[in-house]
């Protein structure tokens, strides 16, 4: 652990502990604190330690108040500074949550509202609300579709064309047949055309492609955090530039994103598409706020993880220069890897303190009070 983050230790004064929740009795407190926050249009927001507790307190709410909106954001499911992207289905699931967080605040209707988050993903940086309050295709049966507006969407927020649907993030046109499989959506849907006239739209099994039950419209987001649009791909060559000055002619991450092509990993230079990054709490607005009662210990740790990853990263690209070899990184691919400063995409304990204290956050431990 770095001497910054060793003296950065978690503040428990800003944090009012609640005594006596242990699992079970957790769920029960988060319930009765969403019916609260229904009065106020609040969504009662739970930061747990891991993803394991997100699922078993969405199962746990979801018996409790059959009524409410449980909301859950996955973190990646990738390393810090890693060569390789999150899960298509991890990222369809933190966009579609992000998206929503954003139609909440337009609704007037008024239900009890839980989002369950991890440590891990509430101290990432996030793509700014804007990016994906602009990026939005839609369709209904009976209705127009423009094909070739529908395939710019597709092509510049994230989706995959392909012969033949079968994950999150696909698609495919033979003729008036367009197969969409949605970011975030748990099965692929069918949409059958006459000219520009939407005759119907269907779900279908991947697996066997047969339709089955009909659908009456659908809303398109991206399907990635990031757009290959020409505003991202000169926000990227300009910050990445400025980090790393001239790239080489080997550079491929460089390469890919200049010619608006995906690259396995680009996730981890999310910072450089936009000219600000923003954070959970941006798409929240007020909300009640509650924590596992490790949650700021956990952060910490999380913290000096990711601050060892891009000291490793940084020391393998110095340790090539001490060779006089080229400015990469050979551990793996041999390909070049220079990564972005931590802060740019995480939040440091200073800054989870500031953004945090405002919702007078509460630590749900299942001890009893001591005496």
Same mark, same amino acid.
């Given at each position: ?19 006596? @929740?242990?699992?079970?009795?957790? !769920? ?8 609260? !926050? ?22 746990? @709410?979801?018996? &409790?108040?059959?009524?409410?909106? &449980? ?42 509202? &839980? ?117 991202? &791909?000169?926000?990227? +060559? ?22 608006? +092509? ?39 740790? +999380? ?19 001490? +060779? ?48």
């Amino acid at each position: 652990m770095s001497e910054g983050l060793a003296k950065a230790l978690p503040d428990l004064n800003m944090y009012r502990t609640i005594y006596g @929740l242990p699992e079970g009795a957790d !769920a029960l407190w988060l319930a009765d604190q969403a019916r609260q !926050a229904m009065r106020d249009d609040k969504v009662v927001t739970h930061i747990a330690l891991d993803d394991g507790r997100v699922d078993m307190l969405a199962k746990l @709410l979801a018996f &409790i108040e059959p009524d409410a909106e &449980i909301l859950t954001f996955p973190s990646w499911d990738c390393l810090p500074y890693d060569r390789v992207s999150p899960n298509r289905s991890v990222i369809g699931a933190r966009v579609k949550t992000l998206c929503r967080l954003i139609e909440i605040k337009k609704e007037q209707k008024r239900r009890p509202r &839980i989002l369950l988050t991890t440590v891990n993903a509430a101290s990432q940086k996030l793509t700014p609300p804007s990016f994906f309050d602009q990026a939005h295709f839609g369709a209904s049966k009976g209705g127009r579709v423009d094909i070739e507006a529908m395939q710019s969407f597709l092509a510049g927020n994230g989706y995959e064309r392909v012969q033949t649907v079968r994950e999150s993030g696909e698609f495919a046109i033979r003729g008036g047949i367009v197969d969409l499989f949605p970011s975030g959506w748990e099965m692929p849907i069918r949409m059958d055309l006459f000219g520009d006239e939407v005759e119907s739209i269907k779900y279908f099994d991947p697996v066997d492609q047969r339709s089955t039950e009909a659908v009456e419209g659908f809303s398109l987001y991206p399907v990635s955090e990031y757009a290959l649009d020409e505003i991202s &791909i000169q926000n990227f +060559r300009s910050g990445y530039r400025e980090l790393f000055g001239l790239p080489k002619s080997d550079d491929p991450l460089y390469s890919s994103i200049s010619e608006a +092509r995906p690259y396995n990993g680009a996730e981890h230079w999310l910072p450089l598409f936009f000219k600000e990054m923003a954070t959970l709490f941006d798409y929240l607005g007020e909300s009640a706020l509650s924590i596992d009662a490790q949650g700021p210990e956990a952060l910490g740790a +999380r913290l000096s993880q990711i601050e060892d990853f891009y000291q490793a990263r940084q020391t393998l690209a110095q340790a090539s220069k001490a +060779r006089k070899k080229k400015d990469n990184d050979v551990s793996l691919s041999g390909s070049v890897y220079q990564p972005i400063p931590w802060k740019m995409h995480y939040i440091d304990e200073a800054a989870w303190q500031e953004i945090t204290q405002s919702y007078q956050p509460q630590l749900l431990s299942p001890f009893r009070k001591p005496d």
